[in-house]
């Protein structure tokens, strides 16, 4: 499926959402295990983001064709826990439509309740997933509700990462939920491009240059014809025959198999390691990422033991800390840009404490033999 398109949003400044239900409350009682290997995002965190994404796409469906319902759903959702009884029959007496109701297998795999007969109809089903989607990114997340959800998903992020980074989950849970399924659906839907480039995607669709071959698309290598083969399960018909093969998927950080100078040398010379989480059911989950100190992100090495002056942050972290290459927005004191003044400062600290211990050799101008502030 081609990622959503971002919504189209007329302001200069969007201010960021402010979570209903993940309270700093929430979030201080489901980070104090953190490190045990106990917690669960299935079970003990998504049931809070779920709710609160879906707080306000009803509030925005509700808001100009059922006054009466949106007065109701304010006054009754937010005492129901998400997926509880009480809470399936508000939804069901609200939104009678199911089609209308937020449904989080339907975000994740669109197509899997769908049958196709042949590429053909499958291409048409596309391009109609496409123009809605598109229509959705016109409105805009206050008059959209698909849009709104997708907007709330971004901002809830942070809160997100809070509970879960720096060990704050299961290994198992970090590896199932996070890694084979939250970060891509959150990217899905909440990260895509712009409004106009899913219009070319559109247009080079109607026009033959791209094929879409459906979903779980499955390749093979031909090796006598030297062709690769590739369709996809649900697409009834012939595989499709291509002499080219680009993997375009961006990878996954992982230390282990990084070939970057930098990187090799320090783990080959234990100056580093991948990052760890523990699991209190299991043996725990070796991720990819650098590990490093949860506050100062100093470079841990084989040993455990942080290093005074190595530093890393953003991506090579991922998995220490969840979502590290989304860059940072406007007004809303981006934890990545903290974190980088943190790391300015711990930088500039061991560089003052080094001029202020080391003799200045003679000749030097007078104003560097003074101690440094």
């Known amino acids: 499926m081609p990622y959503r398109a971002r919504a189209e949003i007329r302001q200069e400044i969007v201010p960021r959402y402010r979570a209903t239900f993940l309270s700093a409350d929430e979030i201080a009682r489901l980070r104090s295990p953190a490190g045990t290997g106990r917690t669960d995002f299935l079970r003990d965190l998504f049931p809070l983001v779920a709710k609160e994404v879906a707080w306000n796409y009803y ?8 006054p009466t319902g949106h007065a109701r759903l304010l006054a009754e959702y937010p005492r129901h826990a998400w997926g509880s009884p009480g809470m399936e029959a508000l939804l069901s ?7 209308l109701r937020w449904n989080w297998e339907a975000l994740d795999r669109p197509a899997d309740r769908r049958e196709f007969t042949d590429s053909a109809d499958y291409r048409a089903w596309i391009l109609g997933v496409l123009d809605e989607d598109l229509r959705h990114s ?12 997708a907007a709330v998903m971004r901002d809830l992020r942070d809160e997100v990462r809070q509970v879960i980074s720096h ?18 659906l959150n990217n899905y839907a909440a990260s895509g491009p712009p409004a106009t480039r899913v219009r070319e995607l559109r247009a080079l669709v109607e026009a033959g240059v791209v094929q879409l071959l459906g979903p779980r698309m499955r390749m093979t290598a031909d090796e006598e014809s030297g062709a690769f083969l590739v369709g996809s399960p649900q697409v ?14 961006l990878p996954t950080t992982d230390v282990r198999r990084a070939t970057d100078p930098l990187l090799a040398s320090l783990r080959s010379a234990g100056g580093c ?26 470079l841990i090495d ?17 998995s220490v800390q969840w979502v590290t290459a989304i ?3 406007p007004h809303v004191n981006s934890r990545t840009l903290l974190q980088g003044d943190s790391i300015a400062r711990s930088c500039l600290k061991q560089g003052m404490s080094r001029l202020a211990g080391t003799a200045v050799p003679a000749g030097r101008d007078a104003e560097l033999t003074a101690p440094v502030r």
């Open 273 to 298: 390691r991948a990052h760890f989480i523990p699991d209190a059911a299991g043996p725990g989950y070796e991720t990819g990422g650098l590990d490093v100190t949860d506050v100062t992100f100093q």
């Open 302 to 318: 084989a040993r455990g033991v942080p290093h005074p002056a190595r530093f890393s942050y953003g991506p090579p972290v991922e």
């Open 138 to 149: 016109d409105l805009g997340p206050a008059v959209s509700a698909v849009k709104a959800a």
């Open 59 to 66: 509030k925005v469906l509700l808001q100009t064709d059922d």
């Open 167 to 184: 060990r704050g989950l299961s290994g198992a849970s970090y590896r199932d939920h996070i890694d084979h399924w939250f970060s891509g």
């Open 236 to 249: 009834p018909g012939p595989p499709l025959r291509v002499t080219a093969l680009v993997e375009a998927h």
């Open 327 to 329: 860059g940072a927005r």
């Open 93 to 99: 007496d609200l939104v009678p439509d199911p089609e």
